[in-house]
């Protein structure tokens, strides 16, 4: 089992930045931890994931890289999206994931523990 609590969302003006916080508690050392995002009446969209293990590779979707970086730190078991250049495409509920089997192209159906969600709201 993994728990997954998300903090960090609010309201910022085009160009913020905000950082999200995924803490995580279980036995999550094997796990794949992704960001995804879901905006009203769209579908839960992938943003970016990172490996829980030694290799720690990140992999981003299209349209946040250069501006979002993901990233951990093991002692703390968390996992951080910064989110830089922020647009008012950004904004929806984000949501932190983990996964074992998870693959690419990447699908929220390939994780199997979720948070609750935190609100970035990004104003023009």
């Known amino acids: 089992q993994v728990q997954l609590v998300e903090s960090g969302g609010g309201l910022v003006q085009a160009g913020g930045s905000l950082r999200l916080s995924c803490a995580a508690s279980g036995r999550t050392f094997n796990y794949v931890v992704g960001w995804f995002r879901q905006a009203p009446g769209k579908e839960r969209q992938f943003v970016a994931r990172i490996s829980w293990g030694t290799t720690g590779i990140a992999y981003y979707t299209d349209s946040v890289k250069g501006r979002f970086t993901i990233s951990r730190d093991n002692a703390k078991n968390t996992v951080y999206l910064q989110m830089n250049s922020l647009r008012p495409e950004d904004t929806a509920v984000y949501y932190c994931?983990?996964?074992?089997?998870?693959?690419?192209?990447?699908?929220?159906?390939?994780?199997?523990?979720w948070g609750q969600g935190t609100q970035v709201t990004v104003s023009s």
């Open positions: 994931a983990a996964g074992l089997s998870v693959r690419i192209p990447p699908h929220h159906s390939q994780y199997d523990y």
